[in-house]
C-alpha cells in the first residue's frame, strides 16, 4: 500500500505487515475497488498526520472530549479490526459481532490510548492492512451477505468500506492536529454530506432539513420526510450513497441534547421551501455542524435570520 511507503524514516520501525496477494480477476467488485483508492488517499493523509506528532502531543485533548489524540488514533485502529471481524462473518455465514460488548470496545480504546505515537502509527498501519487484506480476498458471494452493524442495522460488506471512508476524513479532524474539515477533499466532503443526511433521513425520528452548502458545487440536500407527510425516516441523500452513519465515526461527542422534538421538528431555524428548515453554509462548517462537532452552527445561517438548530443525531 502506496500509504507505507517513506513512513519508517519518520516514526520508529514499524511492523512489517505482509503485502496483498494479486487476485484473479472479477474476485473483488468494482463499486468495492472504486472505494479502494480513496481509502489508501485517505489513509495516507491520516497517517502523515499522525506521524508528525510527538509522544506529548498524542496525549492532548482532540475534538471529542473526553478522548486524547491517542483515543481517537486507537479507535481508528480498532474499528477497523471490527470491520475485519463482520467481513469474517460475511465469509463464513455466521454472525460475528462488530464488539463483544460496548464495555469490551471502550475498554480497548482506553487500554491504547496512551502509548508512544509509534505504537499508535504501527498499530493504525497494521490494522489498515488487515482491512485491505479482508477486503480484497473476501468471495464474491460474500459480497451479497449482509452482517449486523453494532447499532443493530443490517449492511451488505460494501456499506463497510463507505464507513471506513467516511471514519478516516472524520477522526482525522478530531484529532485536531492541522487537518480540518476545510482539507477535505470537495468531492469527498460532498459525499460525507450526502451520507450522513441520508443516515439521519433514515431515522423514525427524522427532521425535515434542506441542507444547501453555499460554495463549490453547490451541494442541496433534503433530509427527513416531506413536511405533513407523517412519515420519518423518509428521504434520501441526492445520490442515493451506499451507506449512512451506523459505523463508528460520532459516537463520541455527538450534539443530541436539543436537536429533536416530538415529530422530528427541530428547534431552532427558519422555515423556507415546502416548510423544512433550511441551513446554509459551506461544505467544512456543515461537516462540523453535523457530525457535532461544531456545536454553536458556527459559519451556518438559517434563512430569515433564525437560529442554526441544533444537529439532529446521526449515529
Not at 175 to 202: C, H, K, M, N, Q
Request: hydrophobic share 40%; with cysteine.
Amino acid at each position: 500500500m502506496e500509504w507505507r511507503e517513506g513512513l519508517e524514516g519518520e516514526v520508529g520501525e514499524l511492523t512489517e505487515v505482509p503485502d496483498v496477494p494479486e487476485l484473479p480477476g472479477g474476485e473483488v467488485r468494482v463499486g468495492v475497488e472504486g472505494l479502494l483508492g480513496p481509502i489508501d488517499a485517505s489513509m495516507a493523509r491520516f497517517v502523515r498526520t499522525v506521524g508528525q506528532l510527538t509522544d506529548g502531543q498524542v496525549r492532548s485533548p482532540s475534538l471529542v472530549p473526553p478522548w486524547t489524540r491517542g483515543h481517537v488514533i486507537t479507535h481508528v485502529a480498532r474499528a477497523a479490526d471490527s470491520l475485519c471481524r463482520l467481513l469474517e462473518g460475511a465469509r463464513t455465514g455466521e454472525e460475528i459481532p462488530q464488539y463483544a460488548n460496548m464495555a469490551a470496545r471502550d475498554a480497548e480504546i482506553e487500554a491504547g490510548a496512551g502509548r508512544p505515537v509509534a505504537a499508535l502509527l504501527d498499530d493504525v498501519a497494521a490494522s489498515a492492512a488487515r482491512l485491505d487484506t479482508a477486503v480484497r480476498t473476501l468471495p464474491e458471494a460474500a459480497w451479497q451477505r449482509r452482517v449486523r452493524l453494532r447499532t443493530g442495522e443490517l449492511r451488505t460488506p460494501d456499506s463497510l468500506l463507505a464507513t471506513r471512508l467516511r471514519e478516516l476524513e472524520v477522526h482525522h479532524a478530531d484529532l485536531a492536529a492541522g487537518y480540518t474539515f476545510a482539507d477535505i477533499p470537495e468531492r469527498l466532503a460532498r459525499w460525507i454530506i450526502e451520507d450522513i443526511a441520508a443516515a439521519v433521513s433514515r431515522r423514525a425520528d427524522a427532521p425535515s432539513l434542506r441542507i444547501e452548502a453555499t460554495e463549490g458545487s453547490g451541494l442541496v440536500v433534503e433530509v427527513g420526510p416531506s413536511p405533513g407527510s407523517g412519515g420519518g425516516g423518509g428521504g434520501a441523500a441526492e445520490d442515493g450513497s451506499v451507506e449512512g452513519g451506523s459505523g463508528e465515526g460520532g459516537s463520541v461527542g455527538g450534539s443530541v441534547a436539543g436537536g429533536l422534538v416530538s415529530g422530528g421538528s427541530v428547534v431552532g431555524g427558519s422555515v423556507v421551501g415546502g416548510g423544512r428548515v433550511v441551513v446554509r453554509g459551506g461544505p467544512a462548517d456543515l461537516l462540523g455542524w453535523l457530525t457535532g462537532r461544531s456545536k454553536d452552527g458556527a459559519g451556518l445561517t438559517s434563512p430569515g435570520g433564525g437560529a442554526v438548530p441544533v444537529a439532529p443525531y446521526w449515529i
